[in-house]
């Protein structure tokens, strides 16, 4: 049986087709697909009788997911892509294992097609530059003409994007199978062009060449990786193109240069924290210390977390465990390292027969940054004038709760602990020692482990277990 649909997109006629084969029992092998020359709009409503539903006669239904499956294939260039939809439209019905089977080789076809159309959508996204065109018959509208290649059929499913971003310009784009424009009222599609067609350069472009090569970071320059997200299929329609063969041969002279030049003198500096006194141990011990943190507001962030977390654990511990700041879980509880991260501290802790009760644990920051995606807050790394502003709390702690050694939980807690930079990978596992004659052993902070990537994670997880043992042993 042979089915002829209007257009390369036509997918209302695919469905009306699909839906009468489906219904006469007509299995896929037995149906040739082929297109014809015109271009319905694919975005025009279907007919009254072609719904996404199949006739009541057929008794069936497919999953929303396979419907949004059809929408992005049909825009494929592969010839066979309406008989691959129609043949696994007939094993969803006959073989409902199907939709629960994630290796099966129609489907993986499909959604690598879908996938290729969506890279395809992204490209235009991103390459396609329009250039100004004198239009006597509109002198003070002008026209603003781009040429682009697509891969895929993606011209009328893209100009609705085109559309919103560029609401206010008169605009067209030229593809050899398809054109589309925007009149600033509604959209027009027609035939395809040639590249002839396409405008010359104008003013506007010798601007925006002359941007780009003010913004290229030759420092940057990772050629590999730019033509991975810019294939040089698309170098031939891009202005920008020409600069970069140039701009990547002087790199690294450029780089060069920019590493000999003098450093900048800002014209404004930042003065200098003035330099507090010895901690003084506040009457009260921990409890009035743990109160009067919570009213802290030396910097922005004690006025937006739910509370501050001071430091537990007994007076006179063998060792105080020092992180960078709460969490989220943290800054809900009022308590320290109860979160993931806290977790994996409590089990290194326990593999190493350390009870967490006979050691002090806090923290260098005592409120919770963080900001906001949706409804999650997320964690912010404090800055150094923040984590200063909370030195004399970590300070007066450590007078207070006199632990025999500090072990320093990642950077931000080291560069408290220590009062300068410290480079944890290089550093850690070693002993340093404060002014004040007090030992700091500097190692990982628990969150960094759980940030790697799941196969990283047991050998990391030991190498953090062995840090700890040699804290176990102060004077070693």
Not at 223 to 251: C, F, H
Not at 281 to 290: D, E, F, K, N
Not at 317 to 345: H, I, K, T, W
Not at 390 to 403: F, K, N, T, Y
Request: aromatic share 8%; hydrophobic share 40%; proline share 9%.
């Amino acid at each position: 049986m042979h089915v002829r649909l209007a257009n390369e997109t036509d997918l209302p006629g695919f469905r009306r087709e699909a839906r009468a084969l489906l219904a006469r029992r007509v299995p896929p092998q037995d149906v040739h697909w082929s297109v014809g020359t015109g271009h319905d709009d694919l975005f025009a409503d279907a007919p009254e009788d072609a719904t996404d539903d199949p006739p009541p006669e057929t008794g069936v239904s497919v999953p929303a997911a396979f419907l949004e499956l059809c929408h992005t294939v049909v825009l494929h260039r592969e010839p066979q892509r309406f008989a691959l939809l129609y043949r696994l439209l007939w094993r969803l019905v006959h073989e409902p294992g199907l939709r629960h089977d994630p290796l099966d080789a129609d489907m993986l076809q499909a959604r690598q097609m879908a996938q290729a159309v969506r890279r395809d959508i992204h490209k235009m996204h991103a390459f396609v530059r329009f250039r100004q065109v004198q239009d006597n018959d509109n002198a003070l509208d002008p026209l603003h003409v781009a040429w682009f290649e697509p891969d895929h059929h993606i011209v009328e499913a893209n100009a609705p994007w085109f559309r919103r971003r560029f609401a206010n310009m008169r605009w067209a784009i030229l593809t050899p199978e398809r054109c589309v424009e925007w009149d600033r009222r509604q959209l027009h599609f027609g035939p395809g062009a040639s590249r002839g067609d396409a405008p010359p350069a104008d003013a506007g472009e010798q601007l925006w060449l002359t941007y780009y090569q003010s913004i290229f970071n030759p420092a940057r320059l990772k050629m590999k990786m730019m033509q991975k997200e810019m294939p040089r299929k698309y170098w031939r329609n891009l202005p920008e193109a020409q600069l970069i063969a140039p701009l990547a041969a002087l790199a690294q002279e450029r780089s060069t240069t920019m590493i000999e030049q003098p450093a900048t003198v800002p014209l404004r500096r930042i003065p200098r924290a003035p330099q507090r006194p010895a901690p003084i141990v506040a009457p009260g011990g921990l409890p009035a210390l743990r109160e009067a943190a919570q009213a802290c507001r030396e910097c922005p962030i004690g006025a937006l977390a739910t509370q501050a977390v001071p430091g537990e654990g007994p007076l006179h511990a063998r060792l105080m465990f020092v992180g960078e700041q709460p969490g989220d879980q943290e800054d809900l509880r009022g308590r320290p390292f109860v979160g993931p991260a806290g977790q994996l501290f409590d089990r290194a802790l326990a593999q190493l027969g350390i009870a967490r009760q006979d050691v002090y644990v806090t923290n260098a920051v005592r409120h919770f940054k963080f900001e906001l995606r949706g409804k999650r807050r997320i964690h912010k790394t404090p800055t150094q004038q923040e984590a200063a502003a909370c030195r004399h709390w970590l300070d007066e702690e450590i007078a207070l709760v006199q632990p025999r050694a500090l072990v320093a939980l990642g950077a931000t807690a080291a560069r408290s602990l220590l009062g300068r930079p410290v480079a944890v990978l290089t550093e850690r596992g070693e002993w340093f020692e404060r002014p004040d004659g007090l030992r700091v052993l500097v190692t990982l902070h628990p969150s960094a482990l759980l940030r790697m990537e799941p196969p990283q994670q047991p050998a990391a997880f030991d190498a953090f277990v062995r840090d700890l043992e040699r804290a176990r042993m102060p004077a070693a």
